[in-house]
């Protein structure tokens, strides 16, 4: 019998880390979002000490619209994780921030997440991490690379 390919692999193993991660959370925590939010929660929470986080930004890391961008962040705002602040730099601009509730919660979900990496890696040697970590890191630039070669030639 053949082998499944190495993209179908990497997929059947995404949606179950995302399942496991999804399962998780809602038995750890009070929180209620989609995995969408919780991904943007995240990246300001990251992000936050950085600099400005901006909306824009938002649609060029998750590339996904304006639109939903939008509809992302308003649904943050209506839950109480996130504001919109001045940049006193430029007035036109707003900043995204968590607010106190928001960071209480994105800290309680890096808990859950950080337990869920060790399930994942466990009965891994720590070279057996560093390995699975340098060959995902190599399939990521492999497919970044060839996305930006079609999106040059898509342009011409």
Do not use: W
Request: net charge negative; hydrophobic share 35%.
């Amino acid at each position: 019998m053949k082998n499944a390919s190495i993209g179908f692999q990497i997929i059947q193993t995404s949606r179950l880390i995302k399942n496991y991660s999804e399962t998780s959370i809602r038995e750890h925590s009070d929180a209620v979002f989609s995995s969408s939010e919780g991904m943007l929660l995240r990246y300001i929470y990251k992000k936050e000490d950085e600099g400005v986080v901006s909306a824009k930004m938002l649609t060029e890391r998750f590339r996904i619209s304006k639109a939903t961008a939008s509809e992302l962040l308003s649904h943050l705002i209506r839950k109480g994780l996130i504001y919109y602040a001045p940049v006193e730099s430029d007035g036109r601009m707003k900043r995204i921030l968590l607010t106190q509730e928001g960071h209480k919660i994105q800290e309680s979900l890096d808990m859950i997440l950080s337990s869920c990496d060790e399930t994942l890696v466990a009965g891994f040697s720590e070279e057996e991490k560093e390995e699975l970590s340098r060959l995902l890191a190599k399939v990521r630039q492999n497919v970044k690379k060839e996305d930006q070669n079609g999106e040059e030639n898509e342009s011409r």
